[in-house]
């Protein structure tokens, strides 16, 4: 089950690779692969926080996806990121320094794959045992890529924000359903976002 | 104006669109039996179909344009040019205006004239276009998001046009609209920009002998998702500029608002001209992709009509023409 609800998110990877060498992405293929990596990286990192709410709500057994889809949504990310850098930019890794230090966009999406990278790095257990309760502290990161990530989308579309906006609205819930009180409220009162956090 | 660009290129050197169309369908249907049905058992239906759907209709008396107004430059392939647009008015996505301008109707079709002219008046497009001759101009397009392509137009000089209606001395600027109708654009039917979609040229722009009124490409009727039936191609500004299916033109003495730098002034400006040294908030304008290419190249001053235009904006910092 796990490995089929892997394979199924790499479909759409896959579909990319297969439509650009059956010249099947339309007039520009660059642009069409960055787009889908970057929409899929983004679909991925809102799964991975996903799980715990959906865990929490219906006591399903389905933490172990937590981490693969946040290594899915970073491999979609580094894609989203190399093909940027070798198509867009040839390599020029002053043109990458002058977009990141320019562009709002590139520079939020830029920190936010930066901010994955060490959650992926720690991802395996031996790192959580390794870094105990730093471990949670560490990955409470991810909020923040998250929600840079959601601004990058938002500054790069030029006037129909409906699809940032869709997925910007799918955060806020993940986001807010964390803050909910753990027990009954009478319990709640000293549950900050932080409590309910340590577990997302 | 000095029009002093050398001589250019005939027509045959453009890849033919049918000869590029079979070659594509034939790389497909190869590619396809060699992957297997999953992907691509449809494409080896389409090539055995035959011919595709008939397309536009080809435009009769059509003349070369001036050598000035071409481009030994590859022209963009048909298929690439009226499938990857931006067309807000029949959704944000490139490829949405070729799947969902079937339904605008271009005929009948009128242009108001309005405002700074000593003949005003609603015109039927066919009244509009009768006393001139189609020609047909090879011009770069360069868009705003970075990418370009090479396009063989067919119109008529907008300068021309104007002049019949006989201009007077406070005519500064000259407007543009194009149709607002959500029936036949549905992409109007969510405010995504202030329609109508609206554009401006400063006089001296408008009567430069480049800027064209577009009715058709590659020898035929334009397809209703480039701009059909009239739209304006000003190839040494953003393609922005070159506003689609208008329905109304006013000359004034003001400088009139448009579209996209009310939406957003901070990015967009009145002149847009393409410059390679004024940077986007988005988008490095050093550089281009041309449709069709992998890598990107250098962006041209003024999409390389520098000769042509340059003159018109002496004394104006070129930063400030963004």
């Known amino acids: 089950m796990h490995g089929s609800v892997i394979a199924l998110l790499l479909l759409p990877l896959a579909a990319g690779v297969a439509g650009t060498a059956l010249d099947r992405l339309g007039a520009n293929p660059v642009e069409e692969f960055t787009h889908l990596t970057g929409e899929w990286a983004l679909r991925c990192l809102l799964l991975s926080l996903a799980v715990t709410p959906v865990r929490r709500f219906s006591g399903a057994a389905i933490q172990p996806y937590r981490r693969s889809f946040g290594l899915l949504a970073y491999a979609y990310g580094v894609v989203h990121f190399s093909v940027y850098l070798v198509f867009d930019l040839a390599f020029d890794f002053s043109l990458l320094f002058e977009d990141v230090a320019e562009r709002p966009y590139i520079t939020v999406g830029f920190a936010a794959l930066v901010g994955l990278t060490p959650l992926v790095v720690t991802s395996s257990r031996a790192w959580q045992a390794r870094l105990g309760r730093r471990w949670v502290a560490l990955h409470r990161l991810v909020y923040l890529v998250a929600i840079l990530a959601i601004v990058h989308f938002w500054w790069f579309v030029k006037a129909d924000h409906l699809g940032p906006a869709l997925h910007a609205g799918l955060l806020a819930v993940l986001l807010g359903v964390r803050l909910l009180p753990r027990q009954p409220p009478a319990d709640a009162g000293n549950r900050g976002w932080g409590a309910g956090l340590g577990h997302g | ?322």
């Open chain 2, 1 to 322: 104006m000095s029009i002093r660009r050398p001589a250019a290129i005939p027509s045959r050197e453009i890849t033919d669109e049918e000869v590029y169309l079979r070659r594509r369908h034939f790389l497909q249907a190869a590619a396809g039996a060699a992957v297997g049905m999953a992907l691509t058992g449809c494409r080896a239906e389409e090539v055995s179909a035959g011919p595709a759907a008939p397309g536009p209709a080809a435009l009769s008396g059509v003349v070369k344009g001036p050598a000035a107004f071409q481009t030994d430059e590859p022209s963009t392939p048909f298929e690439d040019v009226s499938t990857y647009n931006n067309f807000y008015e029949f959704g944000t996505d490139k490829e949405d205006p070729a799947r969902r301008a079937g339904s605008l109707r271009t005929r009948p079709w009128s242009v108001a004239i309005e405002g700074e002219v000593a003949r005003p008046g609603v015109v039927a497009i066919e009244d509009l276009l009768r006393p001139h001759a189609l020609e047909e101009r090879i011009y770069r397009l360069r868009c705003v998001e970075a990418w370009s392509m090479v396009i063989p137009w067919v119109g008529v000089p907008l300068g021309e046009v104007l002049k019949r209606f006989e201009p007077t001395s406070k005519a500064r600027y000259v407007a543009f609209e194009t149709l607002v109708d959500p029936e036949l654009m549905p992409g109007q039917r969510r405010r995504i920009l202030d329609w109508p979609y609206r554009e401006a040229l400063r006089i001296d722009e408008a009567t430069h002998p480049l800027a064209l009124l577009a009715v058709g490409m590659y020898g035929k009727v334009l397809p209703n998702q480039n701009g059909a039936p009239l739209r304006l191609v000003v190839p040494w500004k953003y393609g922005f500029k070159s506003i689609k299916s208008i329905v109304k033109v006013r000359l004034q003495e003001a400088m009139p608002e448009t579209s996209w730098s009310a939406e957003n002034p901070r990015e967009y400006g009145f002149y847009a001209n393409v410059n390679p040294e004024v940077s986007h908030p988005r988008w490095s304008q050093a550089r281009e992709r041309r449709i069709g290419d992998w890598k990107k190249r250098p962006t041209l001053y003024l999409n390389g009509y520098a000769d042509q235009t340059a003159h018109l904006y002496k004394g104006m910092d070129p930063k400030k023409l963004y």
